[in-house]
């Protein structure tokens, strides 16, 4: 009886182990699997990619910056436009500045996604250190880009809803507006940048976005002839009277050469003579993400209305 007892025991045991050492590899097995970050692919402007469903550690090589700061996804580095910007300064404070041409920089931050125009440099080694997501600049509108971060990030719905706040907020500013203004009443986004003007159209950042795509402001005949198509357009203190409008939102950098505001030209311009301009501090002007669109909104609401 003992004899043939123990075979069946000895069999027994071999069964539970095997069974058991399976049990474990898939335990192993699955902790692995948990163990790997989540991913999503994200259909680019240059085919689907793979990317954190969750990053943690954020590079922005050119701008949209203020896309991801409202999007609440932490930065590790940014480009020198962003780091010097005034508008990201409390958000920015312990972020390294970083360019496309410090590669290892890049890789001493740790990046698990990095973003950027499309025209960067050594793209093909940014892609070896994280997944590397480029845009075409004017490819989408400012509206759409945001909403494009969005999906990347894994934050549709929560970019959605500030497009959906931001265009109510600014369709019933600009009704105000043009209520008090005038339907007529044009408006002009001038900048002042170095020892040169530009004059701009609807969509170059200055506001321009708002004002003339949200709020449905008017733009002088002149400025639409010239900078509409462009984006902007680069002008002489002479001819200034011929682009400003009854409104002027004068963009201005503080090195800039800002002598053609002592001239008569510049004085006798209607809407300068009227207290028409409002000023524009150009350095983080030239952005048009949520938080530089929600306090330009501000600025404007304040110059045109009071409030």
């Not at 990053?55 to 999007?71: A, E």
């Not at 480009?79 to 920089?105: G, I, Q």
């Not at 002839?225 to 682009?243: C, D, F």
């Amino acid at each position: 009886m003992k004899k043939l007892l123990f075979p069946f025991i000895l069999l027994l045991v071999l069964i539970i182990s095997a069974c058991s050492n399976e049990t474990s590899g898939k335990e192993e097995s699955s902790s692995k699997k948990e163990e790997q970050p989540k991913t999503i692919t994200y259909q680019s402007e240059n085919g689907p990619i793979e990317v954190p469903a969750n990053p943690k550690r954020v590079i922005l090589l050119s701008g949209f910056t203020g896309n991801v700061i409202d999007l609440g996804v932490n930065i590790v580095g940014v480009d020198v436009w962003s780091k010097n910007n005034p508008t990201f300064k409390e958000e920015l404070k312990d972020v390294a500045e970083v360019s496309d041409e410090n590669l290892e920089k890049i890789i001493e931050l740790e990046p698990d996604l990095i973003i950027g125009l499309s025209n960067i440099k050594n793209l093909d080694k940014l892609k070896e250190i994280a997944p590397t997501v480029t845009y075409t600049w004017g490819k989408a509108d400012y509206l759409t880009q945001h909403l494009e971060i969005g999906k990347l990030l894994n934050k549709e719905k929560e970019a959605q809803a500030w497009i959906d706040d931001f265009k109510t907020r600014a369709k019933t500013a600009g009704d105000e507006i043009r209520s008090k203004i005038g339907e007529d009443t044009t408006v002009s986004v001038i900048e002042a940048y170095d020892k040169d003007l530009y004059v701009f159209g609807n969509n170059w950042a200055r506001g321009t976005e708002i004002l003339y795509q949200a709020m449905n402001l008017k733009m002088p005949d002149k400025v639409k002839e010239m900078a509409l198509k462009s984006g902007y357009y680069a002008i002489s203190a002479e001819v200034l009277p011929e682009y400003a409008g009854d409104y002027v939102i004068l963009s201005k950098y503080a090195d800039a050469d800002h002598s053609f505001q002592e001239t008569e030209t510049y004085k006798n311009i209607p809407a300068v003579k009227n207290n028409r301009v409002f000023e524009l501090n150009g350095k983080g002007a030239s952005f048009s993400d949520p938080v530089t669109l929600d306090k330009q909104l501000d600025f404007f609401k304040k110059s045109f209305l009071g409030n």
